[in-house]
């Protein structure tokens, strides 16, 4: 451990005296460089100031004149003409510098001002190494820096290598590095593998990707944490062993699984024999609990691997989640040899294993302690001969208010699919045919570009004000992202984001700043889908007070088919009015309490553009002479 240390700390210091000498050569170029440009512009301004003379051949006039100003940041300068007749030397004895030790810059003089008759050539030398105090000040200033950085790095390692030490003689810290030691294998080796094939990055592999460097964070961030608890020795150990101090939360348990399945089949690529499969069906869909999802990773990962290695090189894993009432049931199954009755009872006791060579026992540990911290329970069930199946029960809690639960389409209501990736639109080609959207008259348009969704939204605003937006949110070979272009396009209210990124915080606080719903992408073909028609509109509309006039014409308006809308409160009536037609029948009683006359509201939805107006009342149609176009009739309902 001391060598390592050692070690890593010249890995450190060659590291700064490398940065330091890049530096140092930076510094050098961009004085050389500013060095010349700003000898190129006082070159420019000595030509242009001189330019008269040099034209008119006035050597004693150049000489008096222009040797201060030049002599005060130049070595010298020459003077060739193309028929080099008047060429000269300032000063006379000038002998070209060598170019390590200076530079020049040439400035061209032309007889015209639209710079097309050429007269000569002014040439400037200069010492190249005027600004290199001032680079060499900056270089210095940068080396005592990184001294100071390699100084304190090498006390914070100094004091990590001593606390390591004081570690290793805590039995509770041998149990957190035998446990980090038993987690970190399986992210590795998905990296491993999905390293090897990064050529081009589908999105697929950036979520194996992905999720592989997350898992190994979360294990650094876990370590962490149980650093800092730092719990007494005690009868608690059972306990400590799960308690990170990761805060328990409400997360969909598909989108957690499925990672860690896709990275376990990454990691067993070596056994062709073993087959891995997360069983997702209808019923898995929008299942949530409270968990902790670094722990609940764990578990899940523990227990694969448990199952494979009692597997050997062949046999199958099923991952299966269901839902019973309130519960939730998680089973992890294999077809293998199977445990014996009398082993199967010590199962998920610390250092209780079964079928793994150097088995710990801490994974079903820890899977059956995490389980039990949420709420839940873990069962082993095994047959010799035919398998065991881990069953793990969770209590089910409501899902986020950015979660879709269901999409449900209008009928006649667009629908916009933003992927890269044409394969996610055939996926939902067949989950809206199988929806029966085009009979419902539902336009789905489909884009794997942002400048094709912005020409079509362009070219239909009423459809895209009214549509259900379906955006992926990395758009490989774009900047934009389906979130930044919602909101650039005034879209977030219908917006879905189906991403594989469900699980980001970044994301997920992103959606609900912007009202933006989510659906997890590996589940986009489990959403339910649902497509409501429109409500029947109601063929007429009675206000009257009393509730057995309600009653006669309820009764006699579905003997005949005629869907009827009632209202006892002239308020609430009168608010639902922009939900029906100017032309649809309208009966009004004349009293309707309260000193409420009918006759004024009919009045008053005359006024509104309502056409078929009838005022039912009990009163003589000569009382409302004075309303001529006010149709009056009976209180019997006019089906009758």
């Known amino acids: ?49 001189f330019r008269a003379p040099l034209l008119a051949g006035d050597t004693r006039q150049i000489l008096q004149d ?37 530079g020049s810059v040439k400035v061209p003089v032309f007889f015209d001002e639209e710079r097309k008759v050429p007269a000569g050539i002014l040439w400037f030398y200069y010492h190249n190494w005027s600004a290199l105090p001032l680079a060499l000040i900056a270089w210095l200033f940068l ?45 590795v080796f998905a990296l491993d593998a999905a390293l090897k094939n990064m050529t081009q990055l589908p999105e697929r592999q950036r979520v194996i990707v992905r999720h592989a460097v997350n898992r190994i964070r979360d294990v650094a ?13 005690s009868s608690a150990d059972d306990a400590a062993l799960v308690g990170t101090g990761e805060p328990l939360d409400v997360h969909l348990l598909s989108s957690l699984i499925d990672p860690v399945v896709t990275e376990k089949r990454l990691s067993f690529e070596s056994k062709p024999g073993i087959n891995i499969d997360f069983k997702l069906v209808q ?31 062949k046999g199958t894993v099923d991952i299966s989640v269901n839902h019973d009432g309130d519960g939730i049931i998680l089973w992890v199954a294999d077809n293998g040899k199977g445990i014996p009755p009398e082993i199967l009872a010590k199962l998920g006791r610390r250092g209780e294993t079964h079928g793994k060579a150097g088995g710990s026992g801490l994974g079903l540990f820890h899977a059956r302690t995490a389980a039990e911290s949420w709420g839940g329970s873990l069962n082993i069930t095994s047959e010799p001969g035919k398998g065991t199946t881990v069953s793990i029960i969770l209590p089910k809690a409501e899902a986020p208010g950015y979660f879709v639960g269901e999409l449900k389409l209008a009928a006649g209501q667009p629908v916009i699919v933003l992927d890269d990736d044409t394969g996610v639109h055939q996926i939902w080609r067949g989950r809206f045919n199988t929806a029966r959207v085009k009979e419902n008259e539902i336009e789905v348009s489909y884009f794997v570009g942002p400048d094709e969704l ?71 073909a489990f959403v339910p889908i649902s497509i409501i028609s429109p409500a029947a509109p109601a063929r007429a509309i009675l206000l009257d007070d009393d509730a057995l006039t309600h009653m006669t014409w309820e009764m006699a308006a579905e003997e005949h088919g005629i869907k009827l809308k009632a209202f006892t409160n002239p308020s609430e009536f009168l608010s639902s009015l922009g939900d029906f037609p100017k032309d649809i029948p309208l009966y009004i009683d004349s009293d309707l309490g309260e000193n409420i006359k009918g006759e004024k509201i009919a009045a008053e939805l005359k006024e509104k553009g309502f056409t078929n107006i009838c005022l039912a ?24």
């Open 221 to 233: 961030n876990s370590l962490l944490e149980k650093n800092r608890q730092k719990p007494a020795i």
């Open 1 to 49: 451990m001391k060598q390592d240390l050692r070690e890593t700390l010249n890995r450190l210091a060659i590291k700064i005296l490398v940065f330091d000498a890049v530096i140092l050569v930076v510094l050098i170029a961009l004085a050389l460089l500013i060095t010349k440009q700003s000898k190129q512009r006082l070159a420019d301004q000595l030509s242009e100031a």
């Open 143 to 187: 080396v005592g820096v990184s001294i100071a950085v390699m100084y304190f790095e090498r006390k914070r390692m100094t004091r990590e290598y001593q606390s390591a030490l004081e570690i290793e003689s805590n039995r509770l810290k041998a149990d957190m590095a035998a446990q980090v030691a038993h987690d970190i294998r399986s992210p």
């Open 283 to 313: 019923e898995s869909y929008g299942l949530f609990a409270r968990i902790q999802p670094v722990e609940f990773r764990r578990m899940i990962s523990n227990l694969v691997n448990n199952a494979v290695e009692a597997l050997g090189e």
């Open 617 to 640: 009342t009990a009163h003589s149609p000569e009382k409302f002479a004075h309303l001529p176009w006010l149709k009056v009739i009976t209180k019997e309902p006019p089906w009758a």
């Open 454 to 524: 912005r020409s079509w939204v362009k070219a239909n605003p009423a459809k895209a004000g009214s549509a259900v937006c379906l955006f992926d949110h990395e758009l490989s070979g774009f900047k934009e992202t389906g979130l930044s272009l919602a909101s650039e396009l005034g879209l977030c209210a219908q917006t879905i984001l189906v991403t594989s990124l469900s699980e980001e915080p970044r994301i997920t606080e992103d959606c609900a700043r912007l009202k933006v719903r989510m659906i997890p992408k590996g589940l986009a």
């Open 66 to 102: 222009m040797s201060r100003p030049v002599y005060k940041d130049f070595l010298g300068f020459a003077w060739k003409t193309h028929e080099g007749a008047r060429d000269f030397l300032v000063p006379a004895d000038l002998n070209k510098p060598g170019w390590i030790l200076c």
